[in-house]
């Protein structure tokens, strides 16, 4: 087989099993402390939480971070290593970056706002579904590691919705390439929403941090090193699709 037959194949299916592992794992947990049978955490984490459905939200919180983390580490593993076949796997994992981000956000609105309201009208009436909206604008009004974490999962919402080559045609190479620099404001505003979200032992989000500090840093310090004069450049028209996200 073409080293484009394995990656298709069997790497990019690896990865997605892998990938999506986490979110299974989540999603029957929280089933579990839905319906009281919190004797399946310790079965899958090693112990047991007095708040599962806390440790839920920052397990899906964990999870988004390290796809972050992931899909900025591609460009420069193809940097570094010359591996071009690495770029195939940007979209699907920055994809994944979101759904954990997405699952991170609906838990907290949902198992933690919503379940602690008080709705006299009833879960599906119209007065319900305003009061839970009041409640979570206000959380994310007040709250600051709120507002911060907020803001990093919407600046990922464009990039879900643009990752397609039909979209990189319709908006053009480099505004798509423009766009999915928000890419950054979710890796720096993550790190900081953890931080500011534990209680004493910090030592996870700094680590994190660090990480995108780093990762950052390399592509920094790579368009300086490599940038070339403004009439040598090639037009981002004539670029492939793994060259548009520095």
Same mark, same amino acid.
């Given at each position: 087989m073409t080293e484009n037959q394995i990656t298709r /194949?069997?790497?990019?299916?690896?990865?997605?099993?892998?990938a999506v592992t986490p979110a299974v794992i989540v999603i029957y947990l929280t089933w579990a402390a839905y319906?009281?049978?919190?004797?399946?955490?310790?079965?899958?984490t090693g112990n047991l939480s $007095?708040?599962?459905?806390?440790? &839920?939200?920052?397990?899906?919180?964990?999870?988004a971070l390290r796809f972050l983390? &992931?899909?900025? $580490?591609?460009?420069?593993?193809?940097?570094?290593?010359?591996?071009? *076949? $690495?770029?195939r796997f940007r979209r699907m994992l920055g994809l994944f970056a979101f759904s954990y981000g997405t699952l991170h956000f609906l838990t907290w609105a949902i198992l933690d706002r919503y379940m602690s309201l008080?709705?006299?009208? *009833?879960?599906?009436?119209l007065t319900a579904v305003r009061i839970f909206a009041a409640s979570v604008v206000d959380d994310i009004y007040k709250r600051t590691f709120i507002t911060i974490g907020f803001t990093a999962f919407i600046a990922m919402v464009p990039l879900a919705l643009t990752s397609t080559a039909g979209m990189i045609r319709r908006l053009g190479g480099r505004r798509w390439q423009m766009l999915h620099r928000l890419i950054y404001v979710?890796?720096?505003?993550?790190?900081?929403? =953890?931080?500011?979200?534990?209680?004493?032992?910090? /030592?996870?989000?700094?680590? =994190? *941090?660090?990480?995108? $500090?780093?990762?950052?840093g390399f592509r920094a310090y790579w368009a300086r090193m490599h940038a070339k004069p403004a009439r040598a450049r090639t037009?981002?028209?004539e670029r492939g699709i793994g060259d548009l996200i520095p």
């Amino acid at each position: 087989m073409t080293e484009n037959q394995i990656t298709r /194949r069997l790497l990019k299916p690896a990865v997605f099993l892998a990938a999506v592992t986490p979110a299974v794992i989540v999603i029957y947990l929280t089933w579990a402390a839905y319906n009281g049978n919190q004797s399946a955490w310790p079965a899958l984490t090693g112990n047991l939480s $007095a708040n599962p459905l806390e440790d &839920i939200t920052h397990r899906t919180g964990d999870w988004a971070l390290r796809f972050l983390c &992931i899909t900025l $580490a591609v460009t420069p593993l193809r940097r570094l290593t010359g591996w071009n *076949g $690495a770029i195939r796997f940007r979209r699907m994992l920055g994809l994944f970056a979101f759904s954990y981000g997405t699952l991170h956000f609906l838990t907290w609105a949902i198992l933690d706002r919503y379940m602690s309201l008080t709705l006299p009208s *009833g879960v599906m009436s119209l007065t319900a579904v305003r009061i839970f909206a009041a409640s979570v604008v206000d959380d994310i009004y007040k709250r600051t590691f709120i507002t911060i974490g907020f803001t990093a999962f919407i600046a990922m919402v464009p990039l879900a919705l643009t990752s397609t080559a039909g979209m990189i045609r319709r908006l053009g190479g480099r505004r798509w390439q423009m766009l999915h620099r928000l890419i950054y404001v979710s890796a720096v505003a993550a790190p900081i929403h =953890y931080v500011l979200s534990v209680k004493s032992d910090i /030592r996870s989000p700094l680590t =994190y *941090g660090l990480i995108v $500090a780093f990762l950052l840093g390399f592509r920094a310090y790579w368009a300086r090193m490599h940038a070339k004069p403004a009439r040598a450049r090639t037009p981002v028209t004539e670029r492939g699709i793994g060259d548009l996200i520095p």
